[in-house]
């Protein structure tokens, strides 16, 4: 199992001499400003002293009025403690994440996406795990000691208006490194970046977020897979972070496009190349299915909501994800048997004549 340094661009080391913080949060942002102070306020009310933390908003290049909009809030609650970086031009989600690891020099790094935000206690929590863990080692890897990747705790899922619509799943009762995670996530993405906060080694070992995804999230889980590919992670079981779903997100402006699903197919076929050998092609068989079967669920809302178009994209990108018996079977069982598909069963029946023309949907 080996990272392809073609696909992922080079983290360079912080350079020799540079003072270090514990913890460096970088919160990128792209002509968005609804959401941006309360992110910053849940950062600054707990922030650790300055020469353990760094705060770096990173703008992707957002129009001339929104960048004074940024830089004014900024200036309105950061009280010097906040460092701006502008993008010369529009570098897209992941290759503006990039940007932000390459200016960080902490130690740890937290990617805090402008509409998100962190509970209280959720730096000191973090804090406690990275010095009382920091000599933990995975002795897996070639002989070669590595030290923890990451570390995650519960989040809540919130809408617009800060109402808490659920919460993650409960991995471990009691805070511990979590036993076979690899196979967890390799299959299937239980994450929410603001949860997440990763050794600023781990990025430089494997390199940054790939580029060439055009759904936002899906460089999140490659990211994830990766790290837990060649890195142990911990988790804290509690709620200490906020990830706002809404309306206004690239996440689901793309689903309704089936590039979502399309992007997740791609990313399970990057991921494949790095996964341990002995384990790859059943990690990966298990991946393609699962994301074939919520395509067909979100094709199911979209009957639902009457836009056949889109429910027969994703019945699509779900197919090309995986044709396997078990699927299309369930394809007929979850789907198509409701009255509501009818107009699409002859579409998708034609489809399924020949499972070989799968390839060329």
């Not at 992941?94 to 940007?99: E, L």
């Not at 919130?158 to 471990?172: E, I, K, T, V």
């Not at 002995?278 to 990690?283: E, K, S, V, W, Y």
């Not at 034609?350 to 499972?355: A, G, H, K, Q, V």
């Amino acid at each position: 199992m080996s990272i392809n340094p073609e696909l992922f661009p080079v983290i360079s080391p912080v350079a020799a001499h540079t003072a270090r913080s514990q913890i460096s949060v970088i919160i990128p942002t792209y002509n968005r400003v609804d959401y941006l102070s309360n992110c910053l306020n849940s950062v600054l009310s707990q922030a650790l002293p300055k020469e353990q933390m760094q705060i770096i908003v990173v703008d992707d290049c957002s129009s001339l009025n929104k960048q004074m909009d940024i830089q004014s809030i900024i200036e309105k609650v950061g009280d010097g403690r906040i460092e701006f970086y502008r993008n010369s031009q529009n570098l897209g989600n992941a290759a503006t994440f990039n940007v932000g690891i390459n200016l960080a020099h902490g130690e740890w790094i937290h990617i805090l996406h402008d509409d998100d935000w962190v509970l209280p206690q959720f730096y000191s929590t973090i804090q406690k795990i990275i010095e009382s863990h920091s000599n933990q080692v995975n002795l897996s890897i070639e002989a070669t000691e590595i030290e923890i990747g990451a570390i995650f705790c519960r989040y809540v899922t919130a809408d617009c208006d800060n109402n808490w619509l659920g919460m993650s799943q409960l991995h471990l009762h009691k805070a511990g490194i979590l036993p076979n995670w690899l196979y967890t996530v390799a299959t299937n993405n239980p994450i929410a970046p603001p949860a997440v906060i990763v050794r600023r080694k781990a990025y430089e070992y494997l390199g940054g977020f790939y580029c060439g995804f055009i759904s936002s999230n899906s460089e999140d889980w490659d990211m994830y897979k990766r790290i837990a590919s060649f890195y142990d992670w911990w988790f804290e079981p509690q709620v200490l972070a906020c990830y706002r779903q809404h309306s206004q997100s690239i996440t689901n402006q793309n689903a309704k496009l089936g590039l979502r699903t399309a992007d997740l197919r791609t990313n399970i076929e990057i991921s494949y190349d790095y996964l341990p050998l002995d384990i790859r092609d059943d990690l990966t068989a298990i991946a393609k299915r699962n994301y074939a079967l919520l395509a067909f669920k979100r094709a199911l809302s979209y009957f639902e909501a009457n836009n056949f178009d889109a429910g027969l994209v994703e019945i699509r990108e779900g197919l090309k994800t995986s044709s396997e018996p078990s699927v299309v079977n369930l394809l007929f069982k979850e789907v198509l048997i409701h009255a509501i598909a009818e107009p699409l069963r002859a579409v998708i029946a034609e489809l399924l004549i020949d499972l070989t023309s799968l390839n060329d949907l």
